[in-house]
């Protein structure tokens, strides 16, 4: 299990679990719309920390942000413990 924070608030997530449903499941509202990556809503700023993404749609996020830090967090799972920032 690994330690989340997202702007000073913090929950467990596995790395079988996306942060999305991680949040959900310690009630940290987080933004979401369609929990499939394919709106980019739920765009954050990984700080620090290790992930993986599952496949999402390029209009949500594109390489170049992907490249810089950003995710989705509905689409991640974290490998280490991560520090995300929320950009909206
Ligand atoms: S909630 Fe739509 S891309 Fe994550």
């Given at each position: 299990?690994?330690k989340i924070d997202i702007n000073g608030q913090s929950f467990p997530c596995s ?22 990556g394919g709106c980019g809503i739920c765009k954050v700023k990984i700080v620090s ?40």
């Amino acid at each position: 299990m690994f330690k989340i924070d997202i702007n000073g608030q913090s929950f467990p997530c596995s790395k079988e679990n996306n942060l999305v449903q991680a949040a959900r499941a310690k009630m940290i509202k987080v933004p979401c719309a369609c929990v499939g990556g394919g709106c980019g809503i739920c765009k954050v700023k990984i700080v620090s920390g290790q992930y993986e993404m599952d496949t999402y749609a390029k209009s949500a996020l594109s390489d170049e942000e992907a490249e810089k830090g950003y995710v989705l967090l509905c689409k991640t799972r974290p490998l280490s413990d991560l520090q995300i920032e929320l950009i909206s």
